[in-house]
């Protein structure tokens, strides 16, 4: 199971690629004419992003040519990419941020100090790391960018869509996590009682709402970056409609 975890691991981020990179593309747009330096970190960044889509999706089929028919991508990169790039760039910099953040927190506590995992993988994972420690320090200058050009009204309504979201990501972690249990009863030798399969779908799903969601929003600077730019009731909004999520992992 937790090679099966480890193909989605990649797989879904590879997905989030997609979104990160276009939005990036866009906003260089603003410095084209302006603040060259800025504009050569987004071209870079945006460099970055489409070979680690590249990176994942090579990792993800090498793991792939090593496992029985039938595992499942259940969501596609563009489809992503057009819901998300529908809404605010404030809630898009806000979810891009916290992914790029809690790549690092994964690494940190969780790839890096386990030596039983294969050292490709971690490879993958140290140099993704290495790359996305500088783009969560970018997307924190181009939110903060976006975020002073906002009024009162157009940041409520960026809380709004950073909240729906969150809920679509929720979405995808529901329909993979289910994919990847069936997946894993179907190739395992032996059958699964119906307790056996319901404990192997709740944990699935806490995992993965760990992973995309409850490590990225707890993350202290993506809290700390919250507190600088949102007031009381925007980040009580923010919490109390994660807090089911946050709460079942
Ligand atoms: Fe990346
Ligand atoms: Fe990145």
Redesign the pocket.
Known sequence: MSQVQGRSYAYIFGLC?RF?NAKMLELSRDHWFGDQAALEALVRFSD??IK?QALFHRIETMIGDAMPAGYQCTADANDVAHAVLGKSSWAVLALTCHI?LFTQEHYRKSIAPDDSLSDLYKDVFLFHWR??SQ?AILDELEWRRIDDQLSEAERDAAVEDLIALVGAVDGILQVQARADVDYFCSIVPRRFTPAERFVLGAETLAAYRWQYIASGVQAPRFLQLLQELLDTSQQERIAEALAPLVAAV
Do not use: L
């Open positions: 690629e990160i970055e992003e680690h790029e790359e996305e783009h």
